[in-house]
C-alpha cells in the first residue's frame, strides 16, 4: 500500500514538473516544481515524519544551495572548444576542477554531521539513494520529452 502512494505521489510530482517544461521558458517555475517534486519523493523515500522534515528541509536547502554554487562557480571548459586553451590553461582549469570536488567532499562530510543530527543514518542512506534515484528519473523522463519533440 505504502508502495502504491509512493509512486503515485512521485509520478503525480513528476507530472506537474514537466508540465513547467511543456510551456515554455519558465525556467524559475519549473526548477520550483522539480525542486517539490524531488522533496516529496525525498520525503517518502526517507521516511521522514513531520518533526524531522520541519527540522530538516531548511538545513538540506542550504546545503543544496552551497553545492550548487560550488559546481556554478567551477565549471571548468563548459560550452568552449578546448583546443583555444594553453597547456597550462588546461591544467590550471583541471586543478580548479579538483579543488571544487574536494570542497564538495568536505561540504558533504559536514552536512552529513549536521542531517544526522536532525534523521537517522539510514535516513541518510536514503537519502543519497533517493538523490541519485530521483535524478535517474528526471534525466529519463526529460530524454523522453526531447525525443517526442
Not at 535517474?136 to 519533440?149: I, R
Request: proline share 1%; glycine share 4%.
Amino acid at each position: 500500500m505504502k508502495t502504491i502512494r509512493t509512486f503515485t505521489l512521485f509520478f503525480a510530482m513528476l507530472c506537474i514538473a514537466f508540465s513547467a517544461q511543456a510551456q515554455g521558458k519558465h525556467g524559475g517555475k519549473r526548477n520550483e516544481k522539480i525542486d517539490a517534486a524531488r522533496t516529496a519523493y525525498l520525503t517518502d523515500k526517507m521516511n521522514l515524519n513531520a518533526e524531522q522534515s520541519q527540522k530538516f528541509w531548511p538545513l538540506y536547502n542550504e546545503y543544496d544551495a552551497k553545492r550548487n554554487e560550488l559546481r556554478r562557480v567551477s565549471r571548468p571548459f563548459k560550452g568552449q572548444d578546448l583546443d583555444k586553451f594553453t597547456d597550462a590553461q588546461l591544467k590550471e582549469q583541471m586543478n580548479l576542477m579538483f579543488d571544487t570536488r574536494q570542497k564538495e567532499i568536505s561540504l558533504d562530510k559536514e552536512y552529513a554531521d549536521k542531517f544526522q543530527k536532525i534523521i537517522s543514518i539510514r535516513q541518510l542512506a536514503a537519502l543519497y539513494k533517493g538523490e541519485r534515484e530521483f535524478m535517474k528519473v528526471l534525466l529519463q523522463k526529460l530524454n523522453d520529452e526531447k525525443a517526442k519533440n
